[in-house]
């Protein structure tokens, strides 16, 4: 399944904003360079869903902050709910 992300890099942690106009807001940690940001985004979006980080991968938007993630083993009603139910237990 797939997911529309955007991507805050260099904030000061991560966290999973809110969900609007079907796009997941994600703010990371980690600075934009040498691939860093992308690397933290894989390892907090596994976390969230509960998947191994081989599961999670950039299908498009590499160095874009507009990202497409590819999430394997999950559907997207199930990526959709462990989402939403991570933002609201903040």
């Given amino acids: 399944m797939i997911i529309s992300v955007r991507l805050h890099p ?3 942690k991560n966290e999973l904003v809110g969900f609007s106009d079907g796009v997941w ?5 980690a600075p934009p360079v040498k691939g860093k940001a992308n690397k933290e985004l894989i390892s907090f979006l596994s976390k969230v869903l ?3 980080k081989s599961s999670v991968s ?3 938007g590499h160095t ?7 999430v394997d083993g999950l559907s997207q009603q199930e990526i959709m709910k462990r989402l939403s139910s991570f933002v609201s237990s903040r």
Avoid at 25 to 29: D, E, P, Q
Avoid at 64 to 70: M, P, T, V, Y
Wanted: glycine letters at 10%; proline letters at 0%; charged letters at 15%.
């Fill in 10 to 12: 260099n904030a000061t």
């Fill in 25 to 29: 807001v994600v703010k990371i940690s």
């Fill in 50 to 52: 509960g998947v191994g």
């Fill in 58 to 60: 950039i299908a498009q």
């Fill in 64 to 70: 874009s902050r507009s990202k497409l993630i590819a």
